[in-house]
């Protein structure tokens, strides 16, 4: 015989309660779905065994986050060992969670069974119903405050959640860099035209479109151009001799001439391109130090702008590093995929790694093939952004090598390096690093939680390379093969492109 208690954890605090006759409540699973929302036919069902509030909203928050995790919180425990009796030949012990990550950790801490599936939910979700009729002094107004209270703190921690590696900043970043571009190119172009009017040859000897509304902002009305005016615009144009063409140039124009009202609008409008543009360099400058914050090694393995196209487009560096490397390689051309896929034409080998310099340097050939290597080092770089504690463009720098060596392979035939060989090389240097960040850092936790953190740091590069390719290498075509396998161990190494 079995006896299930079901815990809640509210709000407010955590709730245990007894479940009568149980088998018979699993077996009558739809009477009991039924019985839910009626709270005299519920408490037949259930009855409250013990209720632990929180003492201030601060624990409230550090115990759900806890929660959230899976993890089992000290007061968690202390209350189920308190509440719950021990299980015993005759009479064993079931208790009822909502969530099994949570239920595993309590049946490792404290020993107890733990069951999320049957009735259950639906006793759940009835005490969820009931909540505040079940416990005395407890209203429906009072427990709405304290989830409302809970909600807003738990949502402001998560957005606070480490505030220098926040990722939302590189998709708005890249977002309006775009637009910036196609902006500033769109008003250049405009400008051109109507100036043009006035001073057609300019637009031959500057074709800059930034330098051209500079020129235009200074020169004004050609008429009144002169030799004064030369070392101005050697400034600009940053050379003597189209500095003198122009002024040459404006003395034998074919333009019109043009009021000092159309020249004025003329030199606002020069001013605002100039501004835009200056903002533009501002904030790609912005976005190089975002990218070498949240993701050095993607940053640079590929460059900035490119790692960040990779981030926007997936949703987030987390979404970009489960992401596998088949994936990352056409990411951007999945229009071109499907429309591939339906016609039964061939599938595109890039989407946004085609911006990268390799595919560019690479031979008509041989594009497919390192697009297809880019885009695993692209996913072992995120990898490493995302989950190591102590961000460090040690693995870029040696993945961005690999890079180049396969670039070399392709056309001289030149052997590179293993990858193995490489990533052991990344390890200690990157292990030196973190070990010297944590000397640096103000002495404020114990020794032993420094241990620990350096640990798990190193767990965390090792972890990640090894799953990520220590165990592939490269044939000459640039195809994947699988290891050796060694004597002693007989697990297979995943691959990085296994979906």
Known sequence: MSKLFVLYEHAAGYALFSVKEFEEVGMLLPQVEASVTDLSRFNQVVKLVGFSPFKTALTALENINSISEGVVPEDLQL??????????????????????????????????????????PEIIRGIRYHFHNLVKGFTAKSSGVAQLGLGHSYSRAKVKFNVNRVDNMIIQSIALLDQLDKDVNTFSMRIREWYSYHFPELVKIVPDNYMYAKVAQLIKNRKELNQEKLEELEEIVMDSGKAQAIIDASKSSMGMDISPIDLLNIEMFASRVIALADYRKELAEYLRSK?????????????????????????????????????????????????????????????????????????????????????????????????????????????????????????????????????????????????????????????????????????????????????????????EEEAPKKKKKKKKSKNVDEE
């Open 291 to 479: 990218m070498a914050g949240v993701a050095p090694n993607l940053a640079t393995l590929i460059g900035d702008q490119v790692g960040a196209r990779l981030i926007a487009h997936a949703g987030s560096l987390t979404n970009l590093a489960k992401y596998p490397a088949s994936t990352v390689q056409i990411l951007g051309a999945e229009k071109a995929l499907f429309r591939a896929l339906k016609t039964r034409g061939n599938t595109p080998k890039y989407g946004l790694l085609f911006h990268s310099t390799f595919i560019g340097r690479a031979g008509t050939k041989n594009k497919g093939r390192i697009s297809r290597y880019l885009a695993n080092k692209c996913s072992i770089a995120s990898r490493i952004d995302c989950f190591a504690e102590t961000p460090c463009n040690v693995f870029g720098e040696k993945l961005r090598q690999q890079v180049e060596d396969r670039l070399k392979f392709y056309e001289t035939g030149e052997v590179p390096k293993k990858n193995i060989e490489v990533m052991q090389e990344a390890i200690d240097e990157a292990s030196t690093i973190v070990a010297d960040v944590e000397e640096e850092s103000p002495k404020k936790k114990k020794k032993k939680d420094k241990k620990r953190k350096s640990e798990l740091t190193n767990g965390d590069l090792n972890g990640t390379v090894e799953n990520g390719q220590n165990g592939n290498k490269m044939d000459v075509d640039g195809e």
């Open 79 to 120: 209350f189920l060992d308190t509440n719950i009796p021990k299980a015993s030949k005759k009479e064993k012990v079931v208790l009822g969670i909502g969530d099994p990550k949570l239920g595993a950790s309590i049946t490792e801490a404290l020993n107890i069974k733990c069951d999320h599936t049957g009735a259950v």
